[in-house]
């Protein structure tokens, strides 16, 4: 559960991060082509909330309905890496 609780809480912390980096936008992009163009965007506080939430939504109940305590930390590398690969995106994306 602390590592759950700790996953949570840098996810929160990246978005907030980011959410002051990237203030000056109200729509995020949200989904990348190959190429590296945008098919859709979201407002900023949605876009930078989704990981977070839904990491929340994958983790907690893990927890608690898991008998393989080895999946909570693939699960949070997992959602961490994700998180981070998307605001990495949208910083490379907001460049251009």
């Not at 700790?6 to 990246?14: C, G």
């Not at 608690?64 to 605001?87: E, K, R």
Request: glycine share 8%; net charge positive.
């Amino acid at each position: 559960m602390i590592l759950t609780a700790i996953t949570l809480l840098v996810l929160v912390a990246l978005s907030l991060a980011a959410d002051s980096r990237f203030r000056a936008y109200d729509l995020l992009p949200m989904q990348f082509g190959p190429t590296g163009g945008v098919g859709w965007s979201a407002p900023r506080a949605l876009a930078l909330s989704f990981m977070p939430v839904l990491s929340a939504l994958m983790m907690i109940p893990a927890v608690f309905l898991t008998d393989d305590p080895s999946v909570i930390p693939i699960m949070a590398i997992g959602c961490l890496v994700g998180h981070l690969l998307h605001l990495g995106l949208i910083a490379r994306h907001l460049r251009r």
